[in-house]
């Protein structure tokens, strides 16, 4: 503030006042456009990454709110995401509608949250369950041919988009 205020020959208070005066200006012409769309969808693989970071956080920094923030996004998933008798998860969490078959980075970033928090809380729930989405990512992704993973399933067909 002080800076400023040199630059233009004034007072601190004044270059204050006038930075206060014009956020109410702006905040005033913000309030009468239209808001934004909100995009509150939950993404499966995104949750995997975040997992991974709160499980590696707890046991890193000893602190368990950061393991249990990952364990309660991993249910949450599990619950929501998560189909048992058929192995697969879906893509898309959205006011109460999952939807979209998963992706082959779904499957891979929920897997690797699921193993960071094995590793953080040592419940054998999610170790078998990170097992059994590896099973399920091979058969969907592999090409066994190849020996390469597409990011899309396989269909009788060929490579298909979900």
């Not at 990454?49 to 000893?62: C, E, H, N, R, W």
Request: aromatic share 10%; charged share 30%; proline share 3%.
């Amino acid at each position: 503030m002080e800076e400023t205020a040199r630059h233009f020959s004034r007072q601190p208070g004044e270059v204050q006042a006038g930075i206060d005066g014009a956020r109410g200006v702006l905040l005033a012409a913000r309030a009468k456009r239209e808001r934004p769309l909100l995009d509150d969808k939950i993404l499966t693989a995104w949750n995997g990454l975040m997992i991974s970071a709160f499980a590696k956080g707890g046991a890193v920094l000893d602190d368990a709110r950061y393991a249990e923030a990952a364990r309660q996004a991993a249910e949450f998933v599990i619950g929501n995401l998560y189909d048992a008798p058929s192995g697969k998860l879906l893509r898309r969490y959205r006011q109460g509608d999952a939807a979209i078959p998963g992706f082959l980075d779904d499957y891979a970033m929920f897997t690797q949250g699921l193993l960071d928090l094995y590793e953080a809380q040592f419940d054998r729930r999610h170790l078998e369950l990170a097992v059994r989405l590896t099973e399920k990512q091979t058969e969907l992704f592999e090409d066994p041919v190849s020996g390469a993973f597409f990011g899309r399933r396989r269909t009788t067909i060929g490579w298909c988009c979900g």
